[in-house]
């Protein structure tokens, strides 16, 4: 959602209250300046890590069935 700066300074809570669903764009003069996002209790680096990988999806997602290998030529 993008809203402008006079509305946030008029309605900080609401928009603070929303950025917990979603992000909050903040323009000015017309063009996005600052965002609001939701604030993550877990730090990246706390959250679960395999202890062993054990495939590529595991890793990246699942694959495209067609993907092909890709040489570079040097």
Request: hydrophobic fraction near 40%; proline fraction near 8%; avoid cysteine.
């Amino acid at each position: 959602m993008q809203i402008p700066l006079s509305d946030l300074k008029v309605n900080v809570g609401k928009y603070v209250d929303l950025a917990e669903t979603e992000d909050v764009i903040i323009t000015k003069y017309g063009k996005p300046t600052a965002k609001i996002i939701r604030y993550d209790k877990e730090p990246w680096y706390m959250k679960k890590i395999p202890e062993q990988i054990t495939s590529v999806e595991q890793l990246f997602g699942t694959l495209p069935a067609d993907l092909t290998p890709i040489r570079f030529y040097l």
